[in-house]
């Protein structure tokens, strides 16, 4: 009784340390992670856009972003992800675009050895709008195909397994464009989405 006794206080043990063990991330280490995001469009027109009401709609697709780790709480991240906007006026629908916008965030990690790791963020991003459907009737929208804005994050990673952890994530993006019909100018749009996201990752 005694020896089953002390095979399962070890056994108890063992699995105690392996579950205390954290996800903390070491010089050179990469985060890899796949969430599902939410894209929240705060728009704000200038010009004929405000005038006839432009707004965005909200988007729901993938994202992917790798992280370095250059020291145990400092991370340099990538954001990829892409997705496709419907525009619409007062008047009805002008049409949809297609954003990629690949962020670049410098990430500072709280709690470095925990299994709970929440974290800030800040850097830059690049907007490039493609595939453009936009038209006023029957005349093509043209719009300005890209923009630089900042970026802030806040997020956390909770550790399920030794290198595998859950991400629940928010970011505040500042992009814009301007749009004109012809050589007429239609004034300026700014999306400035909220994204919202909740995926999976692994340390590496």
């Known amino acids: 009784m005694k020896k089953n006794i002390s095979i399962a206080i ?12 954290s996800v903390h991330a070491d010089q050179g280490d990469i985060l890899a992670r796949v969430r599902a995001i939410s894209i929240q469009p705060d728009v704000s027109a200038g010009g004929t856009l405000g005038a006839i009401g432009t ?3 909200n988007a729901i697709v993938p994202e992917l972003d790798f992280v370095y ?12 992800a892409t997705s496709r906007h419907q525009v619409t006026s007062n008047a009805g629908a002008l049409g949809g675009v297609n954003v990629l916008p690949p962020t ?3 990430q500072y990690y709280f709690n470095a050895a925990g299994k709970v790791r929440p974290y800030v963020g800040a850097g830059l991003n690049y907007t490039l ?11 093509p929208v043209s719009i300005k195909n890209s923009s630089f ?13 030794r290198n595998l952890f859950v991400n629940a994530d928010i970011k505040k993006i500042w ?8 050589d007429t100018s239609l004034g300026s749009l700014k999306i400035d989405p909220l994204v ?3 995926g999976v990752g692994m340390r590496f």
């Open 69 to 80: 780790m250059v020291r145990p709480s400092i991370g340099v991240e990538l954001i990829l």
């Open 129 to 139: 709008f493609y595939n453009n459907g936009l038209h006023a009737g029957d005349t």
């Open 175 to 182: 992009m814009r464009t301007s749009a004109s019909a012809g």
């Open 55 to 57: 707004g965005v709609n």
């Open 104 to 106: 670049l965030l410098l």
């Open 10 to 21: 070890a056994f108890a043990c063992a699995v105690l340390a392996t579950a205390s063990s």
């Open 149 to 161: 804005g900042p970026a802030l994050q806040a997020g956390v990673d909770v550790q399920v397994a």
């Open 196 to 198: 919202v996201g909740i």
